[in-house]
């Protein structure tokens, strides 16, 4: 690589919770720039969680960080060409990448949800992954069995 690589930026942690984790996820749900709106609809996300759980002895908090866990992919599978054939390589993902692909998914599929608000719908997703359901977990799984079918070309990794 010539260029340096750009530097880390640092977030800093949401209002509410005083987590970091909270922005981020926040900053990936957010629309055009609509952050206010966007920290609105996971509060009211996390307080729709509490009510629906509430036989849990969990903090909604901590439900929704069991469910970003439960979809937070190990490894991927790259495409590579070697010799005039495309492989699907697999590789494992770095720590930021992983959280980073958790967090897009939970929030991709939780908008093609069918409900009332985003809100609840975030709602439902949160507590689907926590329960090791729903259409972010069924990706990972996915990105899994791809992994483990290509297995045979783990050695054209970079």
Not at 56 to 72: F, G, H, M, Q, Y
């Amino acid at each position: 690589m010539r260029k340096s690589k750009p530097k880390k930026r640092i977030l800093l942690p949401d209002p509410k919770f005083h987590d970091t984790m909270v922005t981020r996820f926040v900053n990936n749900l957010m629309l055009q720039g609509k952050k206010s709106i966007a920290y609105s609809i996971f509060y009211d996300a996390i307080d729709l969680v509490g009510e629906k759980m509430k036989d849990s002895d969990k903090a909604p908090l901590d439900i929704w960080r069991k469910a970003l866990e439960n979809v937070t992919p190990q490894i991927e599978v790259k495409s590579r060409r070697i010799g005039g054939a495309n492989f699907q390589v697999p590789t494992e993902l770095r720590p930021e990448r992983k959280i980073s692909l958790s967090m897009k998914n939970m929030i991709s599929f939780a908008r093609k949800r069918s409900g009332h608000s985003m809100a609840e719908k975030l709602c439902a997703e949160i507590i689907a992954a926590y329960n090791n359901e729903g259409g972010a977990f069924k990706r990972k799984e996915d990105m899994h069995r791809m992994a483990e079918a290509n297995k045979a070309f783990a050695h054209f990794r970079f």
